[in-house]
């Protein structure tokens, strides 16, 4: 079975737990992942967008094989901005992203102490992120659409071009997110299973494809 994300509207603090959009809640030692952008000004470090968090002890009811760890949080990030309709200094369309252009980041262990919300501004301080939204947890098919965890691709053409990777987690376009990609479609963030088995989150590939 694969685990459906629910997104809603919250008021509560959501710092160091599940949530969608926001601001990550990292580390003190784990750095915001950027990638290189090369313009007529020059070369420069360019933020992904965070695209969640998840607590792992949020998701072990749904995961009985122990697939995703059991404790410590999952961060994903990709290089959404153009899909969320913002000018944007990349672009990726379909097919395989390059390397680089989304990142998957775990930290074994929470710390409430130690962990530091990182907050990305603009020139005048206005926050440069989406609103947090709270994320609930539920059992879907393994081919379900939606925002998803594990289980497999929903598009075939997906499943085809990547035929021994797992989903990780799918992103279907949505427009109370403000999230489309072209006139349907969906981001996988893929991995096989040996490397899901022991953690290997650089091996992640995403994957775009649309009707």
């Not at 598009?155 to 035929?163: G, K």
């Not at 072209?182 to 494809?209: E, P, R, V």
Request: proline share 5%; net charge negative; glycine share 6%.
């Amino acid at each position: 079975m694969a685990i459906r994300l629910t997104l809603k509207k919250t008021d509560r603090i959501l710092f160091c737990g599940s949530k969608w959009w926001g601001d990550p809640d990292m580390p003190e030692d784990m750095q915001y992942p950027t990638v290189k952008v090369t313009d007529e000004d020059g070369t420069y470090d360019y933020p992904l967008t965070f695209i969640c968090q998840i607590n792992c002890e949020d998701i072990a009811r749904y995961d009985p094989e122990g697939l995703l760890p059991r404790e410590g949080m999952l961060y994903f990030f990709a290089a959404l901005d153009e899909w969320l309709g913002y000018e944007s200094a990349t672009h990726n369309g379909i097919g395989e992203w390059p390397k680089g252009e989304f990142v998957v980041k775990y930290a074994k262990s929470i710390n409430f102490e130690t962990f530091q919300s990182r907050i990305l501004v603009d020139d005048e301080d206005q926050p440069l992120t989406e609103p947090e939204l709270e994320i609930d947890f539920s059992s879907c098919n393994d081919d379900a659409d939606g925002i998803k965890l594990l289980g497999i691709p929903y598009y075939e053409e997906t499943r085809n071009h990547n035929p021994d990777m797992k989903n990780l987690l799918q992103l279907d376009e949505d427009d109370t997110l403000g999230l489309r990609f072209y006139d349907c479609g969906m981001l996988n963030l893929l991995i096989k299973d040996s490397d899901l088995k022991f953690g290997n989150w650089k091996k992640t590939k995403a994957y775009l494809h649309s009707l």
